[in-house]
């Protein structure tokens, strides 16, 4: 008995620590507080990326060519191009047109807290204790996108998204309930310690005391208010410019198949989320096939690799069907990615000092990365408005819940064509 509730005795004198105050000073990284401000960071900045990455076709494809074996030649089609699903047709020889999308989506998580065991200096452990996150970031999104027909085969194309993201991070952390309203700077990390060297047993007790109306509780506050360094608040920028090309490679009454690289340079403001400051290269495989002459079957492929980070790097694939009528198109679609890496919200090991000045670490007890694969269903439909002015609207829904990820996007566009 006196053993198993020693068990449930809070770690004190060299196991409990404080921060920010002076403990602060002593180590800016306090049982890597500062290192997880960055990692949220880095996942808002990714996640928006990898969000933006999903969006529909930024180049307009409403007016476009197709090949007519008939007369042996491209001619205009008369029906619309997809909105949510990229279309191998391009807009035709010496034709030009200019694109403006606005998107919104939010990207808010909280990432459960985990256990953390407490090491001494030689790497013994001690003690155990909880770390979590919990980050937002709302997001606007302008593309303005410019595609122009060198042959009626071959098109170039332009994105430049601009982003305003208002951004913000908390750390979750186990602390003893009559400490809840302390001030962020006096609050402790507590836990529970390890007896024998009984990690699972300790993690046990752990869960236990943190039960409603239990010894210890959760608290969250902001990265800041602990005094850790977060670029909290709204901020406006350019994300990754990319130029590329469609060349169709094929193409029949039945068929139609298309190359199109397009290359991303770095956004110059990362630190305000609005992109990655990496560059990446993706080449796509499409293609359509035609059921009737109002429908047709859309699918899509490339592998996206980014020149710096494994959490960008994916195998991207989307696919579905679109109807057109005189005037109008409606595409329904599925589409996913498979990154490389998930994306890592905490570190595996980080430094403490307690109140004595002795130091040690912690070292993460279960997973720290996000989930790598991501499916959504598409949506979208296409209007034309005028004799060259289409209007379109999509909407991408995720269908599983893995990686940093916005409930829904929106968007919505006009196209004009020259």
Known sequence: MIRAASRLVWLVAATTVSWPGLLLAQNPNQFGGQDRADAAARMIVLGVQQAIS?????????LTYEFNPAA????ISEWLGPTALRSPQTIGAHRFSIRFASSYFELADTKAAIPYRVNNAAGQPFGVAMLGLQANARVGLMN???NYGITDQLEVMLNLPVAVVDASASQIFSTKTKDLNVPPNAANLSGVPVVDGDVAGAVAHLNQAL??????????????ALGFDFNEGTHAGVGRISIGAKRVVYADEWAQIALAPEFFFPSPSQADFAGSNSAAILPRVIAAFRVTQPLHLHIDAGYDYDFDN??????VWNGGGSIAIPGATFDLGVGGSTFNEGIKWTPTVAPFTDFTGNTGTIQALGSNRL?????DALGGVKIRVANKTVLSGSVNVPLNNEGFR?????????EQYF
Do not use: C, I, M
């Open 54 to 62: 999903s969006l529909p076709p930024t180049a307009g494809q409403s």
């Open 406 to 414: 916005a409930a829904a996007v929106g968007t919505v566009a006009v």
């Open 211 to 224: 039960q409603p109306g239990g010894p210890l509780s959760l608290r969250k506050n902001t990265f800041n």
């Open 72 to 75: 042996d030649t491209y001619v």
């Open 371 to 375: 989930g790598r694969t991501f499916v």
């Open 144 to 146: 303005w996108g410019a």
């Open 310 to 315: 494994n959490e960008l790097r994916r195998f």
